[in-house]
């Protein structure tokens, strides 16, 4: 992890109280994966760029390697791994396994965080929502239509 100066920060994720002590200049990205063990989270471009990186932050979709760890201080962080469980799939989970949606996977953690966050702004969103909740993500596998299509599929269920 980065530089030497450490803050203490205290945050929700995933509904649990996280404290911690980082590095000051430690991305939430590097926090996640390397002092949490949360590896659903993915670094694709580490410039805000991609949205492989995609997290809920106050319900909001963020880069999170964008995101200085001390900035989630006081706040709620959700990760793909706080979507749903094996048992217990979200319904955007199961839409995108119904649909094929999912092929390599490696951007779609960041995806079904931002459309988690579109969904639970707008449960009913237009298609041009949808694609404008997407325009953050990219996606080299789907052609993105497969990905829009198991969304539509999700809001008939949320």
């Known amino acids: 992890m980065r530089g030497?100066?450490?803050?203490?920060?205290?945050?929700?994720?995933?509904?649990?109280?996280?404290?911690?002590?980082?590095?000051?200049?430690?991305?939430l990205l590097e926090v996640l994966r390397e002092e949490l063990g949360l590896t659903g989270t993915k670094e694709g471009c580490g410039r805000g760029e991609c949205g492989a990186c995609t997290v809920l932050l106050d319900g909001k979709p963020v880069y999170s390697c964008l995101l200085l760890a001390a900035q989630v201080d006081g706040r709620r962080?959700?990760?793909?791994e706080g979507l749903?469980?094996?048992?217990?799939?979200?319904?955007?989970?199961?839409?995108?396994?119904?649909?094929?949606?999912?092929?390599c996977?490696?951007?779609?953690?960041?995806?079904?965080?931002?459309?988690?966050?579109?969904?639970?702004?707008?449960?009913?969103?237009?298609?041009?929502?949808?694609?404008?909740?997407?325009?953050?993500n990219l996606c080299r596998c789907t052609g993105y239509w497969p990905l829009i299509e198991a969304i539509e599929a999700a809001r008939d269920e949320v």
């Open 77 to 80: 962080v959700e990760t793909i």
């Open 84 to 103: 749903g469980t094996k048992d217990k799939p979200h319904p955007l989970q199961r839409a995108f396994v119904k649909t094929g949606a999912v092929q």
């Open 105 to 136: 996977g490696f951007c779609i953690p960041g995806v079904l965080m931002a459309a988690k966050a579109l969904l639970d702004e707008d449960p009913k969103p237009s298609r041009q929502k949808i694609r404008e909740a997407l325009s953050g």
């Open 4 to 27: 030497q100066e450490k803050v203490k920060i205290e945050f929700y994720l995933n509904g649990r109280l996280q404290k911690l002590e980082v590095s000051a200049e430690a991305t």
